[in-house]
T-cell receptor
């Protein structure tokens, strides 16, 4: 059983459409990270959110941390083929461990 | 451009053979993590080192897996004997300080045990 549940598991959209990926848990995290992983590579950090209710924007990507620091969402506006990849959320506890969700595979068709 | 390097990138071996995977963390990073990624389980933490000392290997099957850091530039993960269920992609990551800080992942070693 994953500590962090991501939904949906797969998402296929047309270029220019918007998408949202969700990351939910019953646990409270001190911070939450989003990574993107491309085939044959390791995950690469996109953002870290720390404060409950925090919203961070990275160009066309908007990340939100829930008020209770148990959930997060990633919204992509006007998706492009370059956004294709596996999106992973990871929650940090008060120690060193990161608990990863199973990931959402996003495919943006040209 | 500092990166975590891992060797080999691909390994195919037969059941019962010893497998050694190597990782060179980013210079100056004091934490090293070993993860295993499979379709079924996703990313699982196997071991964690801080300042070369092993602090957590609770995610690792102790009877066959071992992880070491002989020096600050090298981390190793060994499987002996290997089994088909060990087939996965193994990632090494390095970072500074706590988990809330960014972890920099290597490209992974894809292991296939026949």
């Amino acid at each position: 059983t994953q500590l962090l549940e991501q939904s949906p598991q797969f998402l296929s959209i047309q270029e220019g459409e918007n998408l949202t990926v969700y990351c939910n848990s019953s646990s409270v995290f001190s911070s939450l990270q989003w990574y993107r992983q491309e085939p044959g590579e390791g995950p690469v950090l996109l953002v870290t959110v720390v404060t409950g209710g925090e919203v961070k924007k990275l160009k066309r990507l908007t990340f939100q941390f829930g008020d209770a620091r148990k959930d997060s969402s990633l919204h992509i506006t006007a998706a492009q083929p370059g956004d294709t990849g596996l999106y992973l959320c990871a929650g940090a506890s008060n120690d060193y461990k990161l608990s990863f969700g199973a990931g959402t595979t996003v495919t943006v068709r040209a | 451009d500092a990166r975590v390097t891992q060797t080999p990138r691909h390994k195919v071996t037969e059941m019962g053979q010893e497998v050694t995977m190597r990782c060179q963390p980013i210079l100056g990073h004091n934490t090293v993590f070993w993860y295993r990624q499979t379709m079924m389980q996703g990313l699982e933490l196997l071991a964690y080192f801080r300042n070369r000392a092993p602090l957590d290997d609770s995610g690792m099957p102790k009877d066959r897996f071992s992880a070491e850091m002989p020096d600050a530039t090298l981390a190793t993960l060994k499987i002996q004997p290997s089994e088909p269920r060990d087939s996965a992609v193994y990632f090494c990551a390095s970072g500074l300080g706590l988990a809330g800080n960014e972890q920099f992942f290597g490209p992974g070693t894809r292991l296939t045990v026949l």
